[in-house]
């Protein structure tokens, strides 16, 4: 296809002035909007205005540009077809060979958070959308650019052989589609908000629908393992968003480095002062919290030391050089999360490896940051579910006779922080502000205690033990007395409550309920 005529109408004039230069370079006549027609003139490049050679002003103070039958008409007329060039030619118009269109930019207004709906409106583009559509539909006749990116090999091809290419075009048309549905998306997202309540059906905090944009931002070195590749797609949401992870040092990463990264985030918001997480596999093998960074990593990592080999580490501080004397003094860690690094700190922690990946988040610990719905696929769908709610210490129960002491309530509700965000069945063993035995991932309660024993050893004596489900049996108190915890924090609602809680008044050991469950799957 050799163009003859352009219509541009664009929000986002990024490029505009090459692409105008390289269309005329071709002989393309190129016509525009008023706002589009003046940066072209503006730059030197000659073009039409709509509004004066095809006698189409702008109507209701700007809403309608490009609505109109004229150039609607002129972007899907077909040459091939008997009769249509001169409909056309009846009615005024003109036919285009190429569009170049981009949208009113809605999603960065909304963004901004200062833009209600009565304002969001006015970023609603309409006529854009349609000639967007229609010159995607009639790809066959029409190359239509959508996005600034295209352009400069658009330019190319077109200096290069003085035609668009069928491939070309409807390649072109592809994304021009693709572009409609996410901006459509984008407005559809923001304006959910206001939808009416029982729209929502019967709980009204899981909508009827939910729209997933979803855009590749970064290429991974493999996925969960290596014979398995793996990518970073982005919701588009710039707030508490991995997109905003930078790398500082060492290899690349991979699927696995991320969701560590994701476990941290989640479990260093819960935390005010300075703290410190190690995980492994997705779960936090030591935890802890201090007056310092250093005291805070500390405790982490003396939790579980055997586990901490390879783990990846995060702190809601930014690193100052005495815990960076502890990390280098920690065995290997493959990566090192943090809000910043001062360049003293780098050049310590690289030192140490150049493999050791340093990553930058600069929301990490920020306890605003959850996302509004978790999502997990499975088979033809999504399970979604809303955020977990905080503990609050006025849903807790004491049910033993033995009342817990303050610095056993302390350190019952630090590995009840804890404990949602280990895989279940899930048990944690703390003491004060840091962990010493955690148990994950088992397929009965009892061996998750056994492990959490086993790694706290003689640490456990007078810890507190967290469980993120009830205790079915008194076994499973029976193995915390074997450990020498002196109290226990759990869900309670087994229909064996009452022999547990015999069981604690037999064995000294103070029991609190929090009347909620947070099983991790």
């Known amino acids: 296809m050799k163009p003859r005529r352009a219509l541009l109408s664009v929000s986002n004039r990024e490029g505009l002035d090459e692409l105008g230069r390289g269309l005329s370079r071709s002989g393309v006549e190129v016509f525009a909007t008023r706002g589009t027609a003046g940066f072209l003139k503006k730059a030197g490049i000659s073009c039409f205005t709509l509004e004066e050679e095809l006698e189409l002003p702008e109507l209701l103070h700007g809403r309608i540009k490009t609505l109109r039958e004229k150039l609607l008409a002129g972007v899907l007329v077909r040459d091939n077809v008997s009769g249509e060039e001169e409909e056309l030619s009846g009615i005024g118009g003109i036919s285009f060979q190429i569009v170049v269109c981009n949208f009113y930019p809605f999603s960065d207004q909304v963004k901004k958070g200062e833009t209600g709906p009565e304002d969001a409106v006015e970023m ?49 048309a592809s994304i021009a589609f693709r572009d409609v549905k996410e901006y459509d998306n984008d407005i559809s997202s923001y304006f959910s908000q206001f939808a009416m309540a029982g729209e929502a059906g019967e709980n009204d905090s899981l909508p009827q629908e939910l729209l997933l944009r979803l855009k590749k931002e970064k290429e991974l070195r493999y996925g969960e393992n290596p014979d398995r590749d793996g990518a970073f797609y982005s919701t588009g949401r710039e707030e508490f968003s991995l997109s905003s992870l930078t790398q500082v040092s060492g290899e690349g990463l991979s699927y696995t480095n991320l969701l560590d990264v994701t476990s941290l985030s989640r479990i260093l918001r819960v935390f005010s002062e300075p703290a410190s997480c190690v995980i492994k596999h997705g779960n936090p093998c030591g935890v802890g919290e201090g007056r310092n960074l250093s005291e805070a990593f500390s405790l982490a990592i003396q939790s579980d030391p055997v586990s901490s080999f390879g783990s990846v580490i995060g702190f809601n501080r930014e690193i100052d050089e005495d815990a960076a004397n502890l990390i280098n003094a920690a065995g290997f860690i493959e990566a090192i999360v943090a809000p910043s690094f001062s360049e003293t700190v780098v050049g310590a922690l690289s030192k140490k490896s150049k493999r ?51 610095e056993e309530m302390d350190s019952l509700l630090f590995a009840w922080k804890i404990v949602e965000y280990v895989q279940s069945n899930a048990v944690v063993i703390a003491k004060g502000k ?77 029991m609190v309920f929090t009347g909620r469950r947070c099983f991790k799957h």
């Open 434 to 510: 840091g962990t010493v035995g955690i148990g994950a991932g088992q397929m009965n309660r009892l061996y998750s205690i056994s492990i959490a024993l086993r790694t706290a050893g003689e640490r456990a004596e007078g810890a507190a033990i967290a469980s993120d489900g009830f205790f079915p049996m008194v076994d499973n108190v029976e193995e915390c007395a074997r450990g020498k915890v002196s109290s226990i924090i759990q869900p309670g609602g087994s229909i064996r409550d009452r022999e547990v809680i015999d069981s604690c008044n037999r064995l000294g050991i103070s």
């Open 124 to 172: 609603v583009d309409i006529g854009g959308v349609a000639l967007v559509r229609a010159a995607a539909k009639n790809w066959e006749h029409v190359a239509v650019l959508s996005r600034p990116s295209l352009y400069g090999s658009f330019i190319s091809e077109l200096d290069r052989t003085g035609e668009i290419s069928r491939a070309t075009r409807l390649g072109l």
């Open 356 to 406: 050791r990946r340093l990553l930058l988040l600069p929301w990490l610990g920020d306890p605003g940051y959850y996302e509004e719905f978790e999502f997990k696929q499975c088979p033809g769908g999504m399970l979604v579910q809303t955020k977990p709610k905080l503990l609050g210490t006025e849903t807790l129960q004491v049910v033993t006779e033995r009342k817990p002491s303050k």
